[in-house]
């Protein structure tokens, strides 16, 4: 038995890596940029020798980006589920998401660029975050009621 097929999470980071490499360049890039990170971060999550995880919420933006085929989402998502057991199942009850895109000014400086995305991204993550508190609370409220 390989050390892959041993390993789910090597699994399914060979499965995006593989799916990568047969896009079109400058894949990556976008991918970092669509999900807010560097592409260092891009090479870790593709890595299988790396045990950086994949988050979650990531991952239909990674099919979106990537054009996965059904195929290839099929048999990803069999070795996430491998390597992180009920993560996904978790993830279907809660809120769905959607997405919108923003158009900012280039400020000339990639360091400003990147200074904005990530203020941007921060209100979106902030904005779900205070959801999910006031779920919680109602949730909690509920729960102490006859």
Do not use: W
């Not at 870790?44 to 988050?55: D, R, V």
């Not at 070795?79 to 993830?91: N, S, T």
């Not at 280039?106 to 360091?111: E, I, N, R």
């Amino acid at each position: 038995m390989s050390e892959q097929a041993a390993n789910p999470l090597a699994e399914y980071k060979a499965i995006l890596r593989a799916v990568i490499d047969s896009r079109p360049s400058g894949t990556r890039q976008r991918l970092a940029e669509a999900i807010g990170k560097n592409r260092s971060f891009i090479s870790q999550i593709i890595n299988p020798a790396y045990p950086t995880p994949i988050p979650l919420q990531h991952i239909e933006t990674i099919f979106h980006i990537c054009h996965f085929s059904p195929h290839e989402q099929q048999t990803f998502l069999a070795a996430y589920r491998a390597a992180h057991p009920g993560r996904l199942e978790d993830a279907e009850t809660l809120r769905p998401m959607r997405r919108l895109v923003v158009e900012l000014p280039d400020f000339g400086d990639d360091a400003l660029n990147a200074h904005a995305d990530r203020i941007i991204t921060g209100v979106a993550r902030g904005i779900s975050a205070l959801i999910s508190a006031n779920e919680n609370k109602d949730d909690a409220e509920q729960g102490g009621k006859p």
